[in-house]
């Protein structure tokens, strides 16, 4: 966000208070209108990742993010990077004002498009931003994008997201789980270690070192139908992870109809976000300290 192309998000009032509603539409990202600082930000975001990733991100997603050529030098062009996506997967960045109602992103990703926020965050929020930004969309979203078998993944969650839609509120919690400790904040098993792939957690550089080193969080084996039970959080470091052997693991685990699965969820409590079960293959029981007492999602 910067001076010379502010963000317009109005508000609405509604019984929780006023809201901010977020323009839907496909924007053209006004790469002309970036800041100097816009662009040191993005410098000091991608450089410091580039580090912290070494030997901590897996494979794919170092050996793709070089395929696109992304430098600290500016703000990549979504055009550019377009190009080298249209060639690879077919799928396709449009920029976004921020974050877009359910079945809006469920349409784009179902239709191999990507939203992309085109504004970066502030100087003051290098650290922490709650909201998505152009850093965390881009550089953490984006290089997956050219794996083939993510990229289908991707697409088969948005027309699973389009499906839940029609099914109900409750589908809806339980696939959006599955996102979040997958896309979001998954880990992988590669050459015996715990690698990282989940795009919350490559751009965020205390992430990063916390989701594997620390003592603190679980770190348990995928398993489709306990992720959709579980809780997460979304503002403190998740207390579990969850841990995948490979990217076909995950598009052959959600390949069937989720629907039978929905009906089965709907009748079972929710599990809180940093329990462990029995039934779980458990890399490591976190030792919890420092988790907050309450706020799971
Ligand atoms: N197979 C799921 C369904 O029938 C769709 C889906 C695929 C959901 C991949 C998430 C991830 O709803
Ligand atoms: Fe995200």
Redesign the pocket.
Known sequence: MNASAPRRVEHQQTDKGYVPVYTTAVVEQPWSSYSRTDHETWATLFERQREVLKGRACREFIENQQRFGMTPDAIPRFDELNAVLAKATGWELVGVEGLLPELTFFDHLANRRFPVTWWIRKPEQIDYIAEPDLFHDLFGHVPLLLNPVFAD?MQ??G???V??HGIGAQALVN?TR??WY?VEFGLIRQDGALRIYGSGIVSSKGESIHCLESAAPNRIGFDLARIMRTRYRIDTYQKTYFVIDSFDQ??DA??????P??AELAAQESVPAGDVLASDRVFQRGSGEGWAQDGDV
């Open positions: 993944y088969a969650y027309r699973g997201g499906k839940a696939l599955l996102y997958t995950l598009i959600t390949r069937p109809d989720f629907t699965l929905y």
